[in-house]
């Protein structure tokens, strides 16, 4: 049974630049959730999907940020026009069902813009 | 407004001891879960422990126990029998199931430190 993966584990981007990352959860898992996590503080939520619909985007989601899940399967994030506050770490997670299910965390996407 | 307090930045524990995380919670929704995870210095989240607002008992997974207190909004984390594997930061989280969101609210963390 594999986990959580994410790719890359680290980047390190010039501010100004576009960057992509990519989730893949567990195979069975329907929803999929993105999170960020600065240095000394615990994750925040940024958006998830149930397949492939997006149903709910927090307001740090900015228009700089978009992500997709186009077959209800892997997932990307993609950032435009870096700027060096998006440094941290981007946590993917995924469930299977929405009660009290429990997220499973992949390893992260260390991200430093410079 | 839906908030965790983790009030401890850092603790220690001799080795083979317990040691009790804090954990207040602030909801107005009636129905929630309440999570706890561990965060090693290799950065992955790893899922410990559940308890729903209406469980009647309070959850254990092993080594790990919640101590879930409804009135007071508390859900403190009790690891018994400490390792120093335990070292590591942990985050309570919580979801509110009625609002039919999927996103986890995060306390600040505790870093816990093991001692031999």
Redesign the interface.
């Known amino acids: 049974d594999t986990g959580v993966s994410q790719n890359p584990r680290h980047k390190i981007t010039k501010r100004g630049q576009n960057v992509t990352f990519r989730c893949d959860p567990i195979s069975e898992h329907n ?1 999929l ?1 993105w ?1 960020r996590q600065t240095l ?6 940024l958006t ?1 999907f ?1 397949n492939e619909a997006q ?2 985007k ?1 307001r740090l989601l900015s228009d700089r940020f978009s992500a997709e899940r186009p077959k209800g399967s892997f997932s990307t994030l993609e950032i435009q026009r870096t700027e060096q506050g998006d440094s941290a ?1 981007y ?1 993917c ?1 995924s469930s299977f069902g ?3 299910y ?7 996407t ?1 991200l430093t813009v410079t | 407004a839906q908030k965790i307090t983790q009030t401890q930045p850092g603790m220690f524990v001799q080795e083979k001891e317990a040691v009790t995380l804090d954990c207040t919670y602030d909801t107005s929704d009636p129905s929630y879960g309440l999570f706890w995870y561990k965060q090693p210095s290799s950065g992955e989240m790893i899922f410990l422990i559940y308890q729903g607002s209406y469980d009647q008992q309070n959850a254990t997974e092993g080594r790990y126990s919640l101590n879930f207190q409804k009135a007071r909004k508390s859900a403190n984390l009790v690891i018994s029998a400490s390792q120093l594997g335990d070292s590591a930061m942990y985050f309570c989280a919580m979801r509110e199931v009625s609002s039919n969101t999927g996103k986890l609210i995060f306390g600040q963390g505790t870093t816990l430190q093991v001692k031999p």
């Open positions: 929803r959730y999170y000394g503080q615990g994750p925040e939520f998830y149930q149903l709910e927090s770490m946590l997670a929405d009660t009290h429990e997220q499973y965390f992949g390893p992260g260390r």
